[in-house]
């Protein structure tokens, strides 16, 4: 029975490993090309955005 104990504590270990760093450096990545896509995003879409709005600030 000990064995049984022993081998089963063995694998509720096993599969409760924690990988915590990983994911961490997982949405870090995602976070950080996000950010370069809104930076891109903003460098060639920006003068075109100030456009519209004072077009649409004046016309209010």
């Not at 064995?3 to 022993?6: A, K, N, Q």
């Not at 450096?25 to 990545?29: D, K, Q, W």
């Given at each position: 029975m000990a064995?049984?104990?022993?081998l089963y504590?063995?694998?509720v270990?096993?599969?409760n490993h924690?990988?915590?760093g990983q994911g961490l450096?997982?949405?870090?990545?995602i976070l950080a090309l996000i950010a370069i896509v809104a930076i891109v995003a903003l460098i060639f879409l920006g003068g075109q955005t100030s456009k519209?709005?004072?077009t649409v600030g004046n016309s209010v």
């Open positions: 064995l049984i104990t022993d504590l063995r694998v270990e096993t599969l924690d990988e915590d450096a997982e949405y870090a990545l519209i709005l004072s």
